[in-house]
């Protein structure tokens, strides 16, 4: 390989942001110092926000999302910085259990032996005298497989998002009949405004993490009435969340789960960055943090041929199965098995929590704009392929995403060593 080749692969890498399997398009340019209309090949991004599939794509998905709670937390990107003397809640909501499963426990045991629950009714032990490591493969697998419940698992994770949504709908009612108002009225003068995002729990239920923003009529933009209070919002969601249910399509009564937790967010705090970092770190992982869920199947022995283990191929396959009910159709359960049900979106808000990634990405598109020597031609682009030309290209793209990622963690690391020698 000479030199002008190793140019030419630096470039093609370059272009398409370190993507590891870019799209390939060809359209036309425009060179804008001579006006000249010529045919292009370009690589550009995949964008996919799957780390398993893309880090570098899914690095800057990551960015993009913390910068979106971030903004919800202390303003910025278009986003009234009154934003961060609002009250506002971490709210953590888990699923109900469908059959014991492997865990750890804080002091390291899984499920100790218990004389009245020996067996369950197949005869197998409900206890484990084990104590798990943290990447151990049974942590998440039932005890019995055949005790848990896979149909109203899968189901449950089908209407998370409805219960999620039902939450907030009764919460604005409560909190505005405790002033005495309806929720009319309520909307007039302030907003409970929120940011969630859905994390699959090993088991293979969905459990959301919330940040509930109590704002006034104007959003970020005007606080709150001075009656309400994250102290308030917080005594009514405690209250609620063991009672609040959604009726599914199959008539069935669904609730949260026991594990509870909600926590006063103080607008004082100087770390609220690491609010914002733990949200956006699940924005980019897949059902199960492999590839075996990271794309929708298309047939049902790809499930079965998959390396998972046996509990989230039946959630799966349970998903996939279920997609035969006439009842459920709604829920196009097949397009979701690699999801175990799940058909919500991983990063949801309410419209004035903050700005959108949509916002995000023109914005960095027009600066980007200022550097470019072409632009392409509205309408003339059409796709040709996944992948770069030269083998070594995907092996590069990996390299230096890997480069960029260190001086980042580097930068990252002086800064707050900057911040911890002024602090002192």
Request: hydrophobic fraction near 40%; glycine fraction near 6%; proline fraction near 4%.
């Amino acid at each position: 390989m000479d030199a002008l080749e190793r140019l030419q692969i630096v470039d093609e890498v370059r272009l398409a942001g370190n993507c590891a399997h870019p799209i390939r398009l060809r359209g036309e340019m425009v060179e804008l110092n001579t006006g000249e209309v010529n045919y292009r090949d370009l690589r550009v991004a995949c964008r996919d926000r799957r780390e398993v599939v893309c880090p570098s794509c899914s690095s800057l998905y990551q960015a993009d999302a913390w910068i979106l709670v971030s903004a919800g937390l202390t303003g910025g990107k278009g986003i009234s910085v009154e934003a961060a003397t609002h009250p506002k809640l971490f709210v953590t909501l888990t699923a109900p259990s469908f059959g014991a499963v492997h865990t750890r426990r804080s002091n390291g045991t899984c499920h100790p032996l218990r004389a009245e629950t020996a067996t369950c009714a197949h005869g197998r032990p409900l206890w484990c005298d084990h104590r798990h490591e943290v990447d151990d493969e049974l942590l998440g697998t039932p005890t019995c497989a055949a005790c848990f419940n896979y149909r109203g698992a899968v189901l449950w994770n089908a209407h998370a998002s409805r219960l999620f949504a039902e939450t907030m709908r009764q919460l604005t009612r409560r909190v505005a009949s405790s002033r005495g108002i309806s929720r009319d009225i309520f909307a007039e003068e302030a907003r409970i405004n929120y940011l969630k995002v859905a994390e699959v729990q090993r088991r293979g239920l969905i459990h959301f993490h919330g940040i509930l923003r109590l704002d006034g009529h104007g959003h970020a933009e005007t606080p709150p009435p001075s009656w309400l209070t994250a102290a308030l919002v917080e005594e009514h969601l405690r209250a609620l969340v063991p009672t609040v249910r959604v009726r599914g399509l199959d008539d069935e009564s669904r609730g949260w789960g026991a594990q509870f937790d909600t926590m006063v967010i103080d607008p004082a705090d100087p770390d609220l960055a690491r609010v914002a970092s733990y949200l956006a770190k699940y924005s980019v992982k897949t059902t199960d943090a492999s590839l075996d869920f990271a794309y929708r199947f298309k047939t049902r022995s790809e499930i079965v041929n998959s390396s998972a283990d046996r509990h989230r191929q039946q959630l799966a396959l349970t998903a996939w199965d279920l997609a035969r009910e006439r009842d459920l159709c709604p829920l196009n359960l097949r397009l979701h098995a690699h999801a175990f049900g799940f058909t919500g979106q991983l990063i949801t808000k309410s419209r004035g929590f903050t700005t959108s990634f949509t916002a995000l990405r023109g914005a960095r598109a027009f600066y980007m704009s200022g550097s470019n020597t072409h632009i392409a031609l509205p309408g003339t682009f059409h796709y040709t392929g996944r992948g770069y030309d030269h083998p070594k290209a995907a092996q590069l793209a990996g390299v230096f995403y890997e480069m960029q990622r260190e001086l980042r963690q580097e930068r990252a690391r002086a800064k707050k060593e900057a911040l911890r020698d002024a602090r002192a």
